[in-house]
């Protein structure tokens, strides 16, 4: 059983940037893949970005591309997503998650439910 905690969130002037982390404990994620959704409130979670498990593929949801970053470090276990230019719409709850997805799966912007292990999550607010 895995556990990931997330940190980092926070409040943010548009056109800002944070950094969100998370930290997995209980398993191995160097074989997994890692990715960040987020949920806003009235709204369905919805994928952010995903890595693989080397590191070497990464994907975005198309409104995020060119602004956030995701990166992983296998020896540490954990996760991060670097935003920038961050807009009052990308305020959200912000999940970490852990799945077995290939990256065709990845390249489609997985639901959400085909994560296997979920954070409890990180506010990000981003105020106009």
């Known amino acids: 059983q895995a556990q990931l905690v997330e940190s980092g969130g926070g409040l943010v002037q548009a056109g800002g940037s944070l950094r969100v982390s998370c930290a997995v404990s209980g398993r191995t994620i160097s074989s997994y893949v890692m990715g960040w959704f987020r949920q806003a409130p009235g709204k369905e979670r919805e994928f952010v970005a995903a890595v693989s498990w080397s590191g070497g593929n990464t994907f975005y949801t198309d409104s995020v591309k060119g602004r956030f970053t995701i990166s992983r470090d296998n020896a540490k276990n954990t996760v991060d997503l670097q935003m920038s230019s961050l807009k009052p719409e990308d305020s959200a709850f912000y999940y970490c998650?852990?799945?077995?997805?290939?990256?065709?799966?990845?390249?489609?912007?997985?639901?959400?439910?085909?994560?296997?292990?979920w954070g409890k999550g990180t506010l990000l607010t981003v105020s106009s």
């Open positions: 998650a852990v799945g077995d997805l290939n990256d065709f799966e990845l390249s489609r912007s997985p639901n959400f439910r085909a994560m296997d292990y």
